[in-house]
């Protein structure tokens, strides 16, 4: 353990906070994408075993990117014993010479004046991550630790992976702690103080403890601009003083913690039985940050080989692209269309390219133009994995739920998945294709895969909503509101908080429907009096045929909600006007035909203008005749009502169950749980979304 004096105030450098902006029409990138040959820079690519780095600075400058990530990368593994954790794809450095270069590469940073112009940014996507940085920033005075920003983000990536539910203190605590690391040769510093939170704290009145504790993401410490500055510095300094504590005096209480934390533990017992009661550590982090001497801590990590790095020149095509990528996901989307563009009139059979198109369109909104760039891609290299993935997004954006086509996305996306195990997003799209199909062997393929999406990143909020949506649609309530209710409790950003949040509020709307209809089923089936319908639709007595005939259906939703209450819709517009039309058509078969029984099930999908469409026989009576009554009434019903204003989604699936001659209520209609997933994201962007 080392100590280190404290520096002048003079030396503050405020934190630059990497927050993303629209882009501007940036002419300067389009028209140098390939300079003159005497003065154009050279690119080259470099590959570890956990970062491929894209740099015009030079292999010297490349190796000592990736051995510095790596050597970070390692002390987070060991300090939190996941040397063993599933492998994972590598991770795009983007290292520009100077600063030029990185002006290209994020003009909004630049196009104003005063704004602070980062060292480095980390660029974090659903399908992708980034890191860009630039070089000569040692010219800067003000920058101690120019590249803390990215190293904080950096560890909100790994936190992401490793770890699933964290109080947000110890988030930004950890992301604070390891992002102050210095990497100088074969020694890594871990722990050392951060200037401008120290001037922060010496000069402002800290937060107690037990506020500290209960800071989540919809709390005014974490959202309000003046209020955000104190929460990140005192989340470092408590993190700081209980790492240090723990290494003066010999204990594992933090990672003891942490664990607790990672195994489902309650946060305020997790520290009571480690680090202390919040009350407790008042007085001793008020005497810490006074301190004008803070320790850090040599790590001790494995050996990184650097003969193992592979180097190899890029073609300009190949650089461009890359780029062009880079600043596709950060919204720049006109800016790298050209690009990417132009890479292709320089090397037509670039796959990199023909990928940047597909992720480019998904991200706009335009599935058929993505279709058609990775179809493309595809028939270059059909091992391609982020071409596989955009044409199966590409499919499910554009609504395509047909059996066919669902289909095509499940074998893009097991090619991913045999391809590239690592890359997380294919399963939890795959999750999404199964449950559309539907079918109790597509349905338990579909959780298995949300599954082994959050076994990879734990920490990922989406994929746990996505399995909200699958154990609805396998009629599993109470365990849907479990999953809602650990998502909740995860989510870190507002955007999480809210989709989160949908979706729990759906779950619980689904187990109160469902319970609603189970009781309802148990007292027909009973011959007791009838229920309280609530959520779904009342008995109406012997329907009005020429013959008699025992009927009883009922309506469950299978896609998402988004929070809507569907019911008075189902109740009103839906169930009504299928009994009618199912009414009238049964007139029309024999009284043998009538008197048959058995059960048809059938889905289909309400569009957002109330067309009908995609429907799907799943179960039959065995009597096409039967069979045939329900399907022309649902036909014959349509087109409904528009779907409530409220909701967003394009359509909405249905399954329409009827059971004929199957108990002693003549003409009784029900509609069933009235419930799906709620805050399930765009397709791809958060790949439609995710757990």
């Not at 990215?150 to 930004?172: D, G, N, Q």
């Not at 594992?252 to 017992?269: A, H, I, N, W, Y």
């Not at 998904?362 to 994995?385: F, H, M, R, V």
């Not at 067309?611 to 009576?621: D, E, F, G, H, Y």
């Amino acid at each position: 353990m080392t100590s280190a004096p404290l520096l002048s105030p003079g030396l503050v450098r405020p934190r630059v906070l990497l927050r993303f902006f629209a882009g501007l029409l940036i002419s300067e990138i389009i028209t140098s994408g390939f300079a003159s040959a005497g003065n154009k820079p050279t690119w080259i690519e470099l590959r570890s075993p956990n970062f491929i780095v894209v740099t015009n600075a030079g292999e010297s400058q490349a190796r000592q990117t990736a051995y510095q990530f790596e050597m970070i990368r390692s002390v987070f593994q060991y300090d939190f014993n996941r040397k063993g954790s599933p492998a994972e794809l590598p991770l795009t450095i983007i290292v520009a010479k100077d600063e030029d270069t990185l002006k290209a590469l994020l003009p909004e940073f630049w196009a104003k004046r005063n704004l602070a112009h980062p060292a480095g940014v980390f660029l974090s996507a659903m399908d992708t991550n980034y890191i860009a940085v630039r070089l000569n920033v040692a010219s800067n005075s003000n920058a101690d630790q120019p590249f803390e920003p990215v190293y904080h983000e950096y560890v909100h990536y790994m936190t992401r992976k490793m770890m699933a539910r964290l109080p947000l203190w110890l988030v930004e605590g950890l992301a604070e702690f390891y992002g102050n690391t210095q990497v100088e040769g074969k020694t890594v510093k871990v722990g050392m103080y951060s200037v401008a939170n120290l001037y922060l704290l010496q000069h402002k009145t800290l937060l107690p403890v037990e506020t500290l504790f209960a800071i989540d993401s919809s709390s005014p410490y974490y959202h309000e601009q003046d209020k955000t500055s104190i929460f990140y510095a005192e989340s470092w300094a408590l993190t700081h003083y209980l790492f240090i504590r723990d290494y003066e005096e010999h204990t594992q209480r933090m990672p003891t913690f942490v664990g607790l934390l990672r195994d489902g533990k309650d946060p305020d017992e997790a520290a009571a039985k480690t680090i202390g009661n919040p009350e407790s550590l008042n007085e001793p982090l008020r005497k810490y940050v006074q301190q004008t001497q803070f320790r850090f801590s040599p790590a001790l990590v494995p050996d990184v080989d650097q003969t193992k790095f592979q180097v190899r020149p890029m073609t300009d095509a190949e650089a461009l692209a890359v780029r062009a990528d880079f600043m596709a996901h950060d919204h720049h989307y006109k800016e790298a269309q050209q690009m990417l563009q132009d890479a292709l009139k320089v090397d037509p059979k670039l796959g990199l390219a023909y990928d940047g198109l597909s992720s480019l369109a998904l991200q706009q909104g335009n599935a058929g133009e993505a279709e058609k760039w990775s179809s493309q891609a595809i028939a270059l290299d059909p091992q391609d994995y982020r071409a596989n993935y955009y044409y199966a997004w590409s499919l499910l954006k554009a609504g395509h739920t047909d059996q066919e086509s669902l289909a095509r996305a499940e074998t893009s996306l097991r090619a991913v998945m045999k391809g590239n195990p690592e890359f997380v997003p294919a399963y939890d799209a795959m999750a999404c294709a199964l449950n559309l199909e539907g079918g109790k062997e597509k349905l338990d393929e579909a959780y298995a895969m949300t599954l082994q999406a959050v076994s990879r990143e734990p920490g990922n909020v989406n994929y746990r909503i996505r399995a909200v949506e699958v154990l609805e649609r396998q009629q599993r309530p109470k365990d849907a509101v479990r999953v809602a209710t650990l998502a909740v409790s995860m989510a870190k950003t507002p955007e999480e908080k809210q989709a989160a949040s949908a979706a729990l509020a759906g779950a619980q709307q689904f187990q109160e429907s469902w319970e609603r209809f189970q009781a309802m089923q148990t007292s027909q089936a009973a011959g007791g009096s009838k229920v309280d319908s609530g959520g779904v639709l009342p008995t109406t007595g012997a329907l009005k045929v020429t013959r008699q005939v025992n009927v009883s259906a009922g309506i469950v939703i299978l896609s998402s909600t988004e929070g809507v209450d569907f019911n008075s819709y189902l109740n009103r517009e839906v169930g009504p006007k299928i009994q009618r039309e199912w009414a009238a058509q049964i007139q029309h078969v024999s009284a043998e035909i009538a008197t048959k029984e058995g059960t048809v099930i059938i889905e289909f999908v309400i569009n957002r203008d109330g067309s009908v469409a995609q429907i799907k026989l799943k179960q039959s009576t065995q009597v096409q005749e039967l069979d045939d009554v329900v399907r022309g009434a649902i036909q014959s019903a349509s087109p409904f009502p528009p779907l409530p204003d409220k909701f967003r989604g394009k359509n909405i699936a249905l399954r329409f169950q009827c059971e004929y001659n199957m108990g002693e209520h003549a003409g009784s209609t029900t509609a069933g749980p009235g419930a799906a997933a709620g805050g399930k994201k765009e397709v791809d962007e958060k790949s439609t979304k995710h757990q």
